[in-house]
C-alpha cells in the first residue's frame, strides 16, 4: 500500500470509528439493536472492528508471533490474558488492562500510528462496564491468522446474487422497465414518486454524451424532434450504439478501472510505451463490436493461455489475445532504469497489477492484505499472496523479463518470408552500389595519384593498399603528407560530384525497397514461459526480502463460506503449455456465480448513467464501502446482466428506456429535503462533463473534430512555458523548437491523446482527468478556479471560440439573430428562448461596436494591411469575427455546456 493510499486509508478509518459502527456495515442492524438494550454493548459489533483495525496486528494476525502472548480475537482469549495477566476486568475498564495501555496512548506503539479516539475509548469502557458480553457463543477452537465472524459471512457484497421479484408498486403507469419499479417501491415507502420528465432535447443531449461523449448535431437534433413514431426514442437508442464512437466513449471508462497509460512511469524519465495503444484499440473495438464483456474479460486475464498458433507466427485472432493482456501490463514499471532497485521494483509492478485487477473486477480493497490481514474486510493475508500466485508464472520475480523483453513481434511466417525477400534485392543494389563505389574510388584515386612525382607513385599506391592497422610509421606519414589520395566513399564527393550522386541514389533505391517490407509491430502483451513455474510465497509484512510459506493459487477464501464458491485454482494444467493459472482465475471470476463481478460491472454501468453508482464507492464493496442504496436492484441488474449474455448494450437499452433515467432535475422541495443525496433517485442530478468530453464537445461545436478512429496516440510535449500540449517534441539544444505541422492530428478525439504519466494534458488536468496510481476507480469532480481561468485564457478555448465564430459565420451568414439560432443549436441542443435570443443579439452589437474601435487602434502590420483588397472590408470582417468568437467563448464556458442537465 502506498502512503498515499495509507493516508486515505486512515481518514476513511476515522470517520469509520467515529461513528462508532461503520456506515454500511453488514452489522448495522445489530448496532440498532444493541442501542435499544438497555446499555448493554456487545463484543462483535461494537468492539471487535476496533481491536481489529488497531490491534489485530501485532495480537492475534501472526500466530507465530503474537505480541505479549495476548490474543485478542475472541473475548474468552482477552479474559484469559497473557504475559501481564488478563486484559479485561468485566464491569470495571479502569483496572482493565486492555483499556489502560490504550487509553495511555502506550498501544498501539509507534508514532506514526492511529490510537483510539475519545468516541473509541467510550465504546470500549461501555463494553467492559457493562459485562464484556458476547452476542454469539465464541467457537471453542480457533484457526490460526484471521478469524471470520458470523457478520463476514452475512456481509452482503459475499452472498450469492440472488434474482429478486420485480416489486408491484402503485404508480405502475411510471414503470416501463423493472428498474422503475424497484426504484418506485423505495420512493412510495417514503410518499414520493418520480420528478417530472426532462424535455425531449434535454433527453437527446443526454444520451448523446451518455453514449458516445459528444453532443449532438443541429440535424441530429432535428431529426429526433421531428420523429413522431411510437419508438422514436428506442430507435435513438439503437442508432448510438451502433456508432463507432460508442466504443470510444465506453471504452475509456473501462481504460480508467485498468490504469491506461503510454508511458512507463515509476521513474523521473518515464519512458513511453510505444504499442500500448494497441490494447487501447482492442477495447473500443470490443465495446463497438458488442462483445460480451465476460469473454472480453477473459482474454484480458489470461489471452495468452488462449493462443494456439506459435509466438512467432500469430494468427489475427490469436494475435488480439495477446494484445487483451495488456490490460495485465498497465502498471507503472520501471524496471529497465538500472538505477531502480530491482526487488523493490519487481515487487511494485505486481502488487500493482494485482491492485488493479482485484479492483477492477472484484471491486474490493485486496491490495489492503499486502502486508497484514486486511483490516476490515475478510481478506486474509495468505489470501493475498494466494491471488498474487496466479500472476506468478508470467511475472516470475526471480527471474523477471523488463518491459522490452516482454515485447512479442507481430510479424508472421510470410511476413518474415517477404521480408526476406525484399531485403535480397535491396541487398541487390547494395552489392551494385558498392561495386560501383569502389570503381569510382579507384578512378578518383588513380586521379590524384597522377598528379604526384611518377617516382613516388608505387610507394603511395604500396601505403594506400596496405590495411590501415597493418601500415608502418613512413607509410602514414608519406599518406598524411599526400592527403589528396586519401579517397574514401565519405570523401568522393569532394572531388567527383556526379559520382557520389549516382550512389546516393542507388542508396536511395535500396532504401526505397526495404520500405515496402511488412512494418514490424509489437504487442504489449504478459505471457508464461512455458515449463517454467516458479514457487509463490507468502511475504512476511509485505517484505519480498522474507518470503514465508509456500502457497497455491486461489481466489478469496470467504466466498467458500458464503457463496459456496470453490476458490481451488490449477496449480499447472496439463493440458496447456502455460499454467492455465490465470485462465481458470479469469473462468471463476466470470462463472456468473461469482457474488462480486456482475455487481460491480452493472454498479459501474449505472454510475456512468446517473452519476453515482448503487454502490456510491464502486472500487470498494467492503465494510469501509457504502451498502448499496436498492440491494435488490442491484442483484436483479447483475443477474439480468448475466442472463443477457454480459452485454452492456442490453444494459444501456434498459436503463435508458426506463422512466427513472428520463426524469428531470426539478424535484419537489420534500423529496430535495429528505434526500438531499439522490440516493432514493426521485430525479436526476445535473453532471458535469469529464475532461476528455468537455474538450471532444469543444472540437464538434467548432467544427475541427477529426473523428479518425484507432491508432498510434496523438503526441504531448512541452510547449515554451512548460504547459503540455499536444505537439510532436521539436527540442534544440533542450528548449522548444518551431512547431511541427500536426495535420489534423492534433484534433482527434482525447482517448487517442498520448496518456503519459508525467506529462498530463493541460486542458484535461484542470477538469480532473484520472492520475493513473495505480488505477482510477472513480473519478472526483472538483469547482476550482483554474477551470475558470483556462476557459477565459488557455489557447485551446481561445482558438476553438474562434473556429466556432468562423463556423458560425459560414453556416449561418452575416446575420446576427442567425447566428445566435446556430450557435445555440450546436452549444446546446436546443433553440435558444426569446430572451436569450434578443439578449445574444444586443451583445453582439455592443461588442461589434468596441472591436470596431479595437481594430482601428490595433491595426496590422503595414504588410498585411499592403496586401488586402478592400482593407475597410477587411477590418470590418476582423471585427465580426472577434466579435462572435467572444459569444462563443461565453457558450463554451458556460455551465449548460459544461453539464448534462
Known amino acids: 500500500m502506498t502512503r498515499a493510499t495509507e493516508i486515505v486509508r486512515i481518514l476513511w478509518t476515522t470517520a469509520f470509528l467515529l461513528a462508532v459502527v461503520p456506515a454500511g456495515a453488514a452489522v448495522a442492524e445489530d448496532a440498532a439493536a444493541q442501542a435499544e438494550t438497555a446499555g448493554q454493548v456487545f463484543f462483535e459489533p461494537a468492539v471487535r472492528p476496533l481491536l481489529r483495525a488497531h490491534c489485530f496486528h501485532c495480537h492475534g494476525e501472526d500466530p507465530e508471533d503474537i505480541a505479549g502472548g495476548l490474543d485478542l480475537r475472541l473475548r474468552r482469549l482477552m479474559a484469559a490474558g497473557g504475559d501481564s495477566g488478563p486484559a479485561i476486568v468485566p464491569g470495571k475498564h479502569a483496572e482493565s488492562l486492555l483499556y489502560q495501555r490504550v487509553a495511555s496512548g502506550e498501544m498501539p506503539p509507534g ?52 434474482r429478486p421479484e420485480v416489486p408491484e408498486v402503485r404508480q405502475q403507469e411510471l414503470v416501463r422497465t423493472p428498474i422503475d419499479a424497484f426504484l418506485l417501491k423505495k420512493l412510495e415507502e417514503q410518499g414520493f414518486g418520480f420528478a417530472p420528465p426532462a424535455t425531449r432535447e434535454q433527453l437527446l443531449r443526454r444520451a448523446f454524451f451518455d453514449l458516445l461523449g459528444l453532443p449532438p448535431t443541429p440535424e441530429e437534433t432535428a431529426e429526433f424532434l421531428n420523429d413522431t413514431r411510437p419508438d422514436a426514442w428506442e430507435q435513438l437508442i439503437d442508432r448510438l450504439l451502433r456508432s463507432p464512437h460508442y466504443g470510444e466513449r465506453w471504452g475509456r471508462h473501462w481504460l480508467d478501472v485498468a490504469g491506461y497509460a503510454d508511458s512507463e512511469g515509476y521513474t523521473a524519465a518515464d519512458p513511453q510505451r510505444k504499442w500500448a495503444w494497441k490494447y487501447r484499440d482492442y477495447v473500443i473495438r470490443g465495446f463497438n463490436e458488442g462483445r460480451p464483456f465476460n469473454e472480453m474479460i477473459v482474454e484480458q486475464v489470461a489471452g495468452d493461455e488462449l493462443v494456439t498458433s506459435p509466438l512467432n507466427d500469430l494468427t489475427p485472432e490469436d494475435a488480439q489475445r495477446l494484445v487483451a493482456t495488456g490490460f495485465l501490463r498497465m502498471a507503472a514499471d520501471g524496471t529497465a532504469d538500472g538505477a531502480v532497485d530491482r526487488t523493490e521494483g519487481t515487487n511494485k509492478v505486481i502488487s500493482d497489477t494485482v491492485q488493479i485487477a482485484t479492483s477492477a473486477l472484484m471491486g474490493i480493497t485486496v491490495a489492503c492484505a499486502q502486508c497484514h490481514h486486511h483490516k476490515y474486510d475478510p481478506i486474509t493475508h495468505e489470501d493475498y499472496y494466494r491471488i498474487r500466485a496466479v500472476f506468478d508464472p508470467a511475472y516470475d520475480w526471480k527471474s523477471w523479463r523488463v518491459p522490452n523483453a516482454r515485447l512479442v513481434s507481430l510479424y508472421t511466417a510470410e511476413d518474415r518470408k517477404l521480408a526476406a525477400e525484399i531485403e535480397a534485392e535491396a541487398k541487390k543494389i547494395d552489392a551494385a552500389r558498392l561495386e560501383k563505389q569502389a570503381e569510382y574510388i579507384e578512378q578518383t584515386f588513380q586521379k590524384e595519384l597522377a598528379k604526384l612525382p611518377e617516382d613516388m607513385r608505387e610507394e603511395v599506391t604500396t601505403a594506400r593498399n596496405t590495411p590501415e592497422k597493418e601500415r608502418t610509421a613512413e607509410q602514414k606519414a608519406l599518406l598524411k603528407k599526400h592527403p589528396s589520395v586519401n579517397v574514401s566513399a565519405g570523401s568522393l564527393y569532394l572531388y567527383d560530384k556526379q559520382a557520389a550522386d549516382d550512389l546516393k541514389k542507388m542508396a536511395e533505391e535500396a532504401k526505397a525497397v526495404r520500405d515496402t517490407k511488412p512494418v514490424q509491430e509489437f504487442v504489449r502483451c504478459l505471457t508464461e514461459v512455458p515449463g517454467k513455474v516458479p514457487e509463490s510465497f507468502l511475504f512476511h509484512r509485505g517484505d519480498p526480502e522474507q518470503p514465508r510459506a509456500e502457497l497455491q493459487p486461489a481466489g478469496l477464501s470467504i466466498l467458500q463460506e458464503t457463496a459456496g464458491v470453490d476458490v481451488t485454482l490449477p496449480v499447472n494444467d496439463p493440458e496447456r503449455p502455460t499454467t492455465g493459472r490465470r485462465l481458470a482465475w479469469a473462468k471463476h471470476l466470470t462463472s456468473g456465480n461469482h457474488p462480486l ?180 476507480e472513480a473519478r472526483s469532480t472538483s469547482t476550482v478556479a483554474p477551470q475558470s481561468l483556462m476557459l477565459m485564457n488557455s489557447t485551446f478555448i481561445v482558438e476553438q471560440s474562434e473556429h466556432f465564430a468562423t463556423r458560425l459565420l459560414a453556416e449561418a451568414g452575416a446575420e446576427a439573430p442567425a447566428q445566435v439560432d446556430l450557435a445555440w443549436q450546436l452549444a446546446f441542443a436546443r433553440q435558444p428562448s426569446s430572451e436569450e435570443k434578443t439578449a445574444a443579439t444586443e451583445f453582439l452589437a455592443a461588442q461589434l461596436e468596441y472591436f470596431r474601435q479595437w481594430v482601428k487602434d490595433h491595426p496590422l502590420p503595414k504588410t498585411e494591411r499592403d496586401a488586402q483588397a478592400d482593407p475597410v472590408a477587411a477590418a470590418e470582417e476582423r471585427a465580426l469575427q472577434m466579435t462572435l468568437a467572444s459569444l462563443c467563448q461565453s457558450l463554451l464556458s458556460s455551465n449548460e455546456f459544461l453539464y448534462i442537465d
Open 597 to 776: 463481478t456482475g455487481r460491480v460491472l452493472v454498479n459501474r454501468i449505472w454510475l456512468h448513467h446517473f452519476g453515482a453508482g448503487l454502490v456510491s464507492t464502486p472500487g470498494d464493496f467492503g465494510y469501509l464501502g457504502e451498502k448499496p442504496s436498492h440491494p435488490e436492484l442491484l442483484d436483479w441488474l447483475a443477474s439480468e446482466f448475466v442472463r443477457q449474455g454480459w452485454d452492456f448494450r442490453q444494459m444501456h437499452r434498459l436503463i435508458l428506456m426506463s422512466s427513472a433515467w428520463r426524469q428531470g432535475y426539478a424535484a419537489s422541495p420534500q423529496l430535495v429535503e429528505a434526500d438531499p443525496d439522490n440516493r432514493l433517485l426521485g430525479r436526476m442530478v445535473p453532471r458535469r462533463l469529464e475532461a476528455e468530453v468537455i474538450r471532444d464537445a469543444i472540437l464538434a461545436v467548432s467544427g475541427k473534430l477529426n473523428r479518425r478512429a484507432y491508432g498510434a496516440p496523438v503526441p504531448v510535449m512541452a510547449d515554451i512555458v512548460g504547459q503540455i500540449v499536444i505537439g510532436k517534441e521539436n527540442l534544440n539544444a533542450g528548449r522548444p523548437g518551431p512547431v511541427l505541422p500536426m495535420h489534423g492530428e492534433e484534433f482527434r478525439r482525447s482517448v487517442y491523446v498520448e496518456v503519459r504519466r508525467s506529462r498530463p494534458l493541460g486542458v484535461l488536468s484542470t477538469f480532473d482527468s484520472p492520475i493513473m496510481e495505480p488505477n482510477c
Open 111 to 162: 508514532e506514526n500510528v492511529h490510537h483510539f479516539n475519545a468516541a473509541e475509548l467510550e465504546q470500549l469502557a461501555r463494553w467492559i462496564d457493562s459485562g464484556a458480553a458476547t452476542k454469539h457463543p465464541e467457537p471453542e477452537k480457533i484457526t490460526s491468522g484471521l478469524l471470520f465472524t458470523e457478520a463476514d459471512r452475512k456481509f452482503w457484497s459475499f452472498q450469492p446474487v440472488k
